[in-house]
């Protein structure tokens, strides 16, 4: 999926050439500008497709729109990407590999690398698994980001597609939920590492802690809040444990948008306005200015 991408996604669709045998860009209603690098761009890949939205229709319908045409075309295995994340030489192939020797391989949704921040150098696997196995090339884990998710094509016939009235944020979280409701599994390879970018991270000071913040735009903390919320509605009798971990976690971030991110007032509202459409049930594509 992109949306107002830059040159960085060139570099971006050239790495991952290599590694499937199809690449398709839904481009989320970027414009005239945004058309001329697509364009391009598909000249110089055969692999290459661009499905062109005339309006802004959110990740999750851009996702379903690319898995529905992967499936269309017999494509078994369906990988989604960010415009911003590239992979690292045979991450594909490694997820695949550790995937082959998997014992109960009909209850895998989907596998997962884990991320290196494009910033820091850091890497790091999902925020909620099951305690690394040191012995075991994967682990198993609750949610994975949309970016570098390699899902069965088979799987979305059993669980459905994603949520399209979370528009984005909690998109890749929602579906994850709904694999391990269902009784799937997802596995995170640990050999394999995809470069991601997530928000504009910065780390801060305070005491002895040195919290890592995103600065996400006002917008963003609206959806974050709002579908954290019909998260809770949801899966709070379905999966109490990951809903409590999840409130908590939540929590925490909105704290350290009260102490440390810039425009705290216009994000604190946007987190209120979030918290009550979510409450109340009003979903899909944000209509509030902030």
Same mark, same amino acid.
């Given at each position: 999926?992109?949306?107002?991408?830059?040159?960085?996604?060139?570099?971006? %669709?050239?790495?991952? /050439?290599?590694?499937? =045998? &199809?690449? *398709?860009?839904? @481009?989320?209603?970027?414009?005239?500008?945004?058309?001329?690098?697509?364009?391009?761009?598909?000249?110089?890949?055969?692999?290459?497709?661009?499905?062109?939205?005339?309006?802004?229709?959110?990740?999750?319908?851009?996702?379903?729109?690319?898995?529905?045409?992967?499936?269309?075309?017999?494509?078994?295995?369906?990988?989604?990407?960010?415009?911003?994340?590239?992979?690292?030489?045979?991450?594909?192939?490694?997820?695949?590999?550790?995937?082959?020797?998997?014992?109960?391989?009909?209850?895998?949704?989907?596998?997962?690398?884990?991320?290196?921040?494009?910033?820091?150098?850091?890497?790091?696997?999902?925020?909620?698994?099951?305690?690394?196995?040191?012995?075991?090339?994967?682990?198993?884990?609750?949610?994975?980001?949309?970016?570098?998710?390699?899902?069965?094509?088979? %799987?979305?016939?059993? /669980?459905?597609?994603? =949520? &399209?009235? *979370?528009?984005? @944020?909690?998109?890749?979280?929602?579906?994850?939920?709904?694999?391990?409701?269902?009784?799937?599994?997802?596995?995170?390879?640990?050999?394999?590492?995809?470069?991601?970018?997530?928000?504009?991270?910065?780390?801060?000071?305070?005491?002895?802690?040195?919290?890592?913040?995103?600065?996400?735009?006002?917008?963003?903390?609206?959806?974050?809040?709002?579908?954290?919320?019909?998260?809770?509605?949801?899966?709070?009798?379905?999966?109490?444990?990951?809903?409590?971990?999840?409130?908590?976690?939540?929590?925490?971030?909105?704290?350290?948008?009260?102490?440390?991110?810039?425009?705290?007032?216009?994000?604190?509202?946007?987190?209120?306005?979030?918290?009550?459409?979510?409450?109340?049930?009003?979903?899909?594509?944000?209509?509030?200015?902030?």
């Amino acid at each position: 999926m992109s949306y107002h991408p830059t040159d960085e996604l060139i570099e971006n %669709v050239k790495a991952l /050439v290599q590694q499937v =045998d &199809e690449i *398709l860009i839904v @481009d989320n209603g970027s414009g005239l500008e945004a058309k001329q690098l697509l364009d391009n761009l598909i000249k110089q890949h055969s692999k290459l497709n661009i499905v062109f939205l005339s309006e802004n229709l959110g990740i999750a319908a851009a996702l379903n729109i690319g898995v529905k045409k992967a499936k269309a075309a017999g494509h078994e295995w369906v990988i989604t990407f960010d415009q911003d994340s590239q992979v690292t030489p045979f991450m594909i192939e490694a997820m695949l590999r550790v995937y082959e020797t998997y014992p109960n391989k009909e209850k895998v949704a989907s596998l997962s690398p884990r991320y290196m921040d494009v910033n820091s150098g850091e890497i790091s696997g999902s925020h909620l698994r099951l305690p690394v196995n040191k012995t075991l090339p994967h682990a198993q884990a609750y949610e994975v980001l949309t970016s570098g998710n390699l899902i069965k094509s088979c %799987v979305f016939d059993f /669980v459905g597609y994603f =949520d &399209e009235s *979370l528009f984005i @944020d909690y998109v890749d979280r929602e579906f994850c939920w709904r694999c391990i409701h269902s009784s799937y599994s997802i596995l995170q390879i640990n050999d394999a590492i995809l470069q991601h970018r997530i928000g504009f991270q910065k780390r801060c000071k305070f005491l002895w802690f040195h919290p890592s913040i995103t600065n996400h735009s006002p917008l963003r903390r609206y959806y974050i809040a709002r579908n954290a919320i019909y998260i809770l509605k949801v899966y709070l009798i379905k999966r109490p444990l990951l809903v409590s971990i999840d409130l908590y976690k939540l929590l925490k971030v909105f704290i350290k948008v009260a102490i440390f991110e810039n425009n705290k007032q216009i994000k604190i509202k946007a987190i209120c306005l979030g918290l009550l459409d979510g409450f109340l049930g009003r979903m899909g594509k944000c209509k509030r200015t902030f």
